[in-house]
């Protein structure tokens, strides 16, 4: 199976600003440059929902409350998803998970198969 493994949380104050890294490892991919990748988040007492992805092409999408914050970035050769935080807000605590679909596959709403452990982010008031 292929391995996604989050890093870069912690607590920030809000207004500040959070960088995650998704590292991406196996053999079943034959590369990650041609799969899409995504971020997802979920706090108690809230529903997950997607945060940014990367598809198949490179091109980018964002959820409507983290556009003009957050940037996602993959970085194919070294198979790592990023995720620029800035600006963050209360609201933006939860945990991250780090997302792929099979390769070659294009971005949907469908889940994808490939999860990380996820990585907490917390904001502070």
């Known amino acids: 199976q292929v391995r996604l493994e989050e890093s870069g949380g912690g607590s920030v104050q809000a207004g500040g600003s959070l960088a995650l890294s998704c590292a991406a490892s196996?053999?079943?991919?034959?590369?990650?440059?041609?799969?899409?990748m995504a971020w997802f988040r979920q706090d108690p007492g809230k529903e997950r929902e997607m945060v940014a992805r990367v598809d198949r092409d490179g091109t980018r999408k964002y959820a409507e409350f983290v556009k003009d914050r957050f940037t996602v970035s993959k970085d194919g050769a070294r198979r790592i998803l990023r995720l620029q935080m800035n600006n963050v807000k209360p609201d933006d605590s939860a945990m991250y998970y780090c997302?792929?679909?099979?390769?070659?596959?294009?971005?949907?709403?469908?889940?994808?198969?490939?999860w990380g452990q996820g990585t907490q982010v917390t904001v502070s008031s």
């Open positions: 997302a792929a679909y099979n390769s070659g596959s294009w971005c949907s709403d469908r889940d994808p198969p490939y």
């Open positions: 196996g053999n079943r991919y034959s590369s990650m440059t041609v799969t899409c």
